[in-house]
């Protein structure tokens, strides 16, 4: 009954005011209280922030006992044979830098190493210097035969570790030489030279520091030491199946032959010679800050944000106050009390 008293334009009035209220308080609140909670409950999503820390990778070796080498020659009557060879039976040298098979010497090698330091001012002292490294493997294979060799196919498998700040860490990434040539001609001498490059594929958690998120994990490389099967050919399958199936670390890339031919026997020393020169640069780890960490730079992120918008903020209150007080000033001017007359007339009219 009351409202029959009141103007429209009133009734719009106080709409417009609290409707201005309004939006003014709900700014306050989301800066208030809702902008901190949201940060807090998603701050692993929100404020990640990811570090790298260099790494060293090395050494490196050749998984000779896990090598597979075929020979493919040709005999007086050009008749194409091939000949398998493994390296199931190899010795080390005293240094550990050579290495022969035991019975026919039929493949040997050796392995160099050559590097540089350089400063790494992050993330702390701790971490020293950085090897810059290069591991040369030089292998070769040897004709015992008189046969004509024609081609030949490798599988050599090439394990690193990791280190950082001289500290080896419970992972190896494997790579694979995996080369294959076939000549119309007999083969005297064979020069290959490639180069591998490394590349992170699993993350490592670090001391002190959090896991990364699942998503971050790629799949585990393959180590080809725990690859062993009964027989040498489910071996061979197996291994290769792995390989296709999982991302190597190391891959081959830019492989160049220098080959000379000859219508005689092959000799029989250093039929072919394989030179692997592997790039050890500076690698990067990917890990989380701690906790507390992310928690600061929060923090610190809110703040500013608050400086930012504080003097906006104070402008828009005192506009959206002031607006209201005059509107509220000059409602009261022209939408005065009706006088008793006009409420009695307004009665009559409605009974």
Known sequence: MTEIFHYPEEKVFKAFVWSKTFVFHVITVVFLFLAPII??????????????????????????????????????????????????????????????????HFLSGSIEYFSY?????????????????????????FNVTSLKIIGKRLFIPITCGLRQNNNEFSLNVTGLIWSELISQTS???????????????????????????????MRPVMNMN??????????????????????????????????STSETDAQPSESFHITLVINLPEQELLFETPFIHRLKWAYIFYIGIWIIFYWPIQWLQRWVFEKRRLMICDNLVEFKQPSENVYLSQLKNEW
């Open 39 to 104: 940060i807090l409950c998603n701050l692993k999503y929100i404020w990640i922030d990811f570090k790298y820390i260099p790494v060293n990778m090395g050494p490196c070796f050749p998984e000779i006992s896990q090598s597979f080498v075929w020979l493919y020659t040709a005999d007086d009557q050009n008749q194409i044979n091939s000949n398998f060879w493994s390296g199931m039976d190899v010795t080390w040298s005293t240094f550990g830098n050579e290495f022969i098979s035991i019975e026919d």
């Open 117 to 141: 330091e350089d400063p790494v001012p992050w993330p702390s002292k701790d971490v020293g210097k950085l090897d810059y490294k290069a591991t040369e493997i030089s292998i070769d294979i």
């Open 187 to 217: 083969m005297t001498d064979l020069f290959i030279q490639s180069e591998l490059t490394i590349k992170q594929t699993q993350s490592i958690k670090l001391h002190g520091m959090d896991p990364i998120e699942k998503k971050y994990y």
């Open 226 to 259: 725990t690859v062993r099967y009964n027989s040498i050919i489910s071996n061979i399958n197996n291994a290769i199946y792995d390989m296709i199936d999982r991302n190597l670390t190391l891959h081959l890339g830019k492989t160049q032959y220098y080959m």
